[in-house]
């Protein structure tokens, strides 16, 4: 699970991981549209800006934008508010088209998801088990997209305890998420891992260059004030 407040840059970190995974990838796109995603994935893979490529989109062909689509492994579904039902649906036709399962689901993101019990949390737990059980049967790592609440400096990771619906029992692993832009970075904290180290409390975390204009991370490689 990768969470965080609005405007950490949820949905583009994941959308960038994929890319740099470059494995075959099934996304439940419900919380962005399809220009852009799709604007994303070519401002990534380009190095122009997001915006330059929308404009390039709009008014012309658009040929040495969508070039640079060529080889993706990223399959998308940009159904808003999909049911258990409609996620299961979408990957029976992957493996009718593909004869394989996806290696990665991404569901980006939880609360974009129909449960027969509502939007509560009850909801998303019952949600977040039938995607565990996904995982296991499909073989798929399962990333899961969500919120943290509204609380604490948003340029900094929350804790686990902020995470909305107090659905942590099921993750593998949790990264609490925050982008600073003063500091032009995307800080990210292992709040939980199963197996491993992590930080509960989200103090500790990482930094990774952001450049949002480009849809694209890298290394950090300025001066860290807290973190690593």
């Known amino acids: 699970m990768v969470a965080g407040q609005p405007g950490s840059l949820?949905?583009?970190?994941?959308?960038?991981?994929m890319d740099e995974m470059a494995i075959p990838a099934l996304y439940f796109c419900a919380d962005s549209d399809p220009s852009t995603a799709v604007t994303r994935l070519i401002a990534k893979r380009t190095g122009?800006?997001?915006?330059?490529?929308?404009?390039?989109?709009?008014?012309?062909?658009?040929?040495?934008?969508?070039?640079a689509l060529e080889g993706t492994q990223i399959h998308f579904c940009f159904d808003s508010a999909p049911t258990l039902g409609d996620v299961?649906?979408?990957?029976?036709?992957?493996?009718?088209v593909w004869d394989?399962?996806?290696?990665?689901?991404?569901?980006?993101?939880?609360?974009?998801?129909?449960?027969?019990?509502?939007?509560?949390?009850?909801?998303m737990r019952l949600i977040g088990r039938?995607?565990?059980?996904?995982?296991?049967?499909?073989?798929?790592?399962?990333?899961?997209?969500?919120?943290?609440?509204?609380?604490?400096?948003?340029?900094?990771?929350?804790?686990?305890?902020e995470l909305q619906g107090k659905i942590a029992q099921l993750p593998e692993r949790i990264l609490s998420i925050a982008f600073d832009s003063?500091?032009?970075c995307l800080k990210l904290?292992?709040?939980?891992?199963?197996?491993?180290?992590?930080?509960?409390?989200?103090?500790?975390?990482?930094r990774l260059k952001a450049d949002p204009e480009r849809a694209t991370f890298s290394p950090w490689t300025g001066i860290s004030r807290g973190g690593m």
Not at 10 to 17: E, G, R, T
């Open 48 to 67: 122009i800006e997001v915006e330059q490529v929308e404009l390039g989109l709009e008014y012309s062909s658009g040929e040495e934008y969508l070039r």
């Open 182 to 184: 003063e500091e032009g």
């Open 100 to 123: 394989r399962f996806p290696r990665l689901i991404v569901v980006d993101n939880l609360v974009n998801v129909e449960s027969e019990m509502g939007e509560d949390f009850s909801g």
């Open 10 to 17: 949820k949905s583009m970190f994941a959308q960038w991981y």
């Open 130 to 161: 039938e995607l565990h059980r996904l995982s296991r049967e499909t073989g798929a790592a399962v990333l899961i997209l969500h919120h943290m609440r509204e609380v604490g400096d948003p340029r900094f990771p929350q804790p686990r305890s």
């Open 88 to 96: 299961a649906d979408e990957i029976a036709a992957y493996v009718e």
């Open 189 to 206: 904290a292992v709040v939980k891992n199963r197996g491993g180290k992590a930080d509960p409390t989200g103090k500790m975390f990482y």
